[in-house]
T-cell receptor
Framework: DTAVSQTPKYLVTQMGNDKSIKCEQN?????MYWYKQDSKKFLKIMFS???????INETVPNRFSPKSPDKAHLNLHINSLELGDSAVYFC???????????FGPGTRLTVT | GENVEQHPSTLSVQEGDSAVIKCTYS??????FPWYKQELGKRPQLIID?????GEKKDQRIAVTLNKTAKHFSLHITETQPEDSAVYFC????????????FGQGTRLTINP
């Protein structure tokens, strides 16, 4: 009965590689987000999609490309990984007009 | 854009005492202020939130107060217990369409038995 799920939970890769993180929610929400939590625990929004349409796009390197195949799924693809990309990436969801955001369990990305 | 400042960064209290965490925000259009609790290795979880048309909200041992004029809001935890130990984040958003939450830097709360 996981509400917001992410895969994988851990991801260790080398610099220069390309990787993807997947997120799925079964709450019937129409809005999904990607957040990055750095080593100092700071949480910062990266992207948001509403019904497969990009609505929030913060200052994020072009190497990061989100994709939403449908309103229940939001993926994050990262090209040419760098050491500074190491972080925990959280997916979250809500319904447009609602307030509470539900977070996924996070994906810990380590770039070596 | 919105900027949220949170203090203190670390807080240690004796079990049974109260803990207070304070946040200030910069955007007067912000109208939604949630507090999230994040235990080690876990996801952030909403513990209480307040909207700009309310000055105070309470849920058992947790309360949040909002001063719109001064643009600050606070989290109060009474009768603290060891399981309250975690990192707490405040956030603010303007609620215009999608909720773009801007988070504070976090407060690591430790409850000493």
């Amino acid at each position: 009965d996981t509400a917001v799920s992410q895969t994988p939970k851990y991801l260790v890769t080398q610099m220069g590689n390309d990787k993807s993180i997947k997120c799925e929610q079964n709450l019937g929400h129409d809005t999904m987000y990607w957040y990055k939590q750095d080593s100092k625990k700071f949480l910062k929004i990266m992207f948001s999609y509403n019904n497969k349409e990009l609505i929030i796009n913060e200052t994020v390197p072009n190497r990061f490309s989100p994709k939403s195949p449908d309103k229940a799924h939001l993926n994050l693809h990262i090209n040419s990984l760098e050491l500074g990309d190491s972080a925990v990436y959280f997916c979250a969801s809500t319904s447009m007009g609602d307030y509470e955001q539900y977070f996924g369990p996070g994906t810990r990305l380590t770039v070596t | 854009g919105e900027n949220v400042e949170q203090h203190p960064s670390t807080l240690s209290v004796q079990e049974g005492d109260s803990a207070v965490i304070k946040c200030t925000y910069s955007d007067s259009a912000s109208n939604y202020f949630p507090w999230y609790k994040q235990e080690l290795g876990k996801r952030p979880q909403l513990i209480i939130d307040i909207r700009s048309n309310v000055g105070e909200k309470k849920d058992q041992r947790i309360a949040v107060t909002l001063n719109k004029t001064a643009k600050h809001f606070s989290l109060h935890i009474t009768e603290t217990q060891p399981e309250d130990s975690a990192v707490y984040f405040c956030a603010a958003s303007s609620g215009q369409g999608a909720q773009k939450l801007v988070f504070g830097q976090g407060t690591r709360l430790t409850i000493n038995p």
